[in-house]
């Protein structure tokens, strides 16, 4: 595993915040609470490593289920959690790997079959 690259993912994560949320302009007041499934750290065919639990998701966040790929497509790194002003992205180049962010408010645990 790539360390440097591990170490860079929450500066990854932090630009998605930044950038989705320059996306969003609704109105959250309709939106209601939701819990999420939550896992930092989950390798291929491994159960959840670092972070399992469940957390709930504000009017102004939504559950989501970030996988990073390898460039042949081989999974590499899945986590989930709630994450505010998510924005559903996919095969977002980050060195030598792609990123895909999927998120959700429909109903509790909605990250899980994601």
């Not at 996306?23 to 490593?49: A, W, Y």
């Not at 998701?57 to 559950?63: K, W």
């Not at 970030?66 to 989930?80: E, Q």
């Amino acid at each position: 595993m790539d360390k440097s690259l591990l170490l860079g993912l929450p500066v990854l994560l932090y630009c998605f915040r930044v950038l989705s949320g320059s996306f969003q302009h609704r109105d959250n007041t309709d939106l209601q609470i939701v819990q999420c499934r939550m896992c930092h750290l989950q390798f291929p065919g491994e159960k959840c490593s670092r972070g399992r639990g469940v957390c709930t998701a504000t009017t102004e966040e939504s559950c989501t289920v970030g996988r990073i790929f390898k460039n042949d497509g081989a999974p590499w790194l899945t986590f989930m959690g709630c994450l505010k002003n998510c924005a559903n992205v996919k095969n977002i180049k980050w060195s030598v790997y792609l990123v895909t962010f999927k998120c959700c408010r429909g109903y509790d645990l909605c990250n899980e079959k994601l």
